[in-house]
């Protein structure tokens, strides 16, 4: 990791239901605990000057992935756009508790 580099690393939780190219134990809906790690760069590196020693606010970059993980991952459930159980998912879900795009 250089200078110019932020990782952090969030544990989540989630559900899936893998009806293909897994175990057959996957198939069933189920939960994991997960950790994921992220490595940030920026684009465009600009030089340290010594007032600042960061590329972006660490406690802004913290906020913004932690963000990410609490809104899009944790206790997300995970399922195949091919799964039949998706139309079922569309149909029944309360509208704006998940994505299903
Ligand atoms: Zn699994």
Redesign the pocket.
């Given at each position: 990791m250089s200078a110019l580099e932020l990782s952090f690393t969030r544990r989540f939780s989630m559900g899936?239901r893998?009806i293909a190219g897994?175990s057959e134990?996957?198939a069933v809906p189920?939960g994991?605990n997960e950790f994921v790690t992220v490595t940030l760069q920026a684009c465009t590196p600009a030089r340290l000057d010594g007032k600042c020693n960061m590329v972006v606010p660490f406690a802004e970059a913290k906020t913004r992935w932690h963000d990410f993980i609490d809104t899009r991952l944790d206790h997300a459930f995970q399922i195949s756009s091919s799964d039949p159980l998706l139309a079922w998912f569309i149909e029944n879900e309360r509208p704006g508790l998940t994505d299903l795009s």
């Open positions: 899936h893998l897994s134990r996957c189920h994991h």
